[in-house]
């Protein structure tokens, strides 16, 4: 197992990698609401690391 989530806020420095989506949404989330900001919850379970895949 062990999913792999990226959280990344679009507005500031924010920024998480996460092994559970429901740790990674609340994360999101509580950010979301807690700043207005726009984010971005990303699935790259597949990938090997984040930026250096085609
Ligand atoms: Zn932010």
Same mark, same amino acid.
């Given at each position: 197992? *062990? *999913? @792999?989530? &990226?959280?990344? #806020?679009h507005? #500031? +420095?924010? /920024?998480?990698?996460? /092994?559970? +989506?429901?740790? +990674? /949404? *609340?994360? @999101?989330? +509580? &950010?979301?609401?807690? %700043? *207005? &900001?726009?984010? %971005?919850? @990303?699935?790259i379970? #597949? =990938? /090997?690391?984040?930026?250096l895949s =085609?």
């Amino acid at each position: 197992m *062990g *999913g @792999r989530y &990226h959280v990344v #806020c679009h507005e #500031c +420095a924010f /920024e998480g990698l996460y /092994e559970d +989506a429901s740790v +990674a /949404e *609340g994360q @999101r989330d +509580a &950010h979301t609401s807690d %700043s *207005g &900001h726009q984010m %971005s919850l @990303r699935d790259i379970s #597949c =990938q /090997e690391a984040p930026g250096l895949s =085609q």
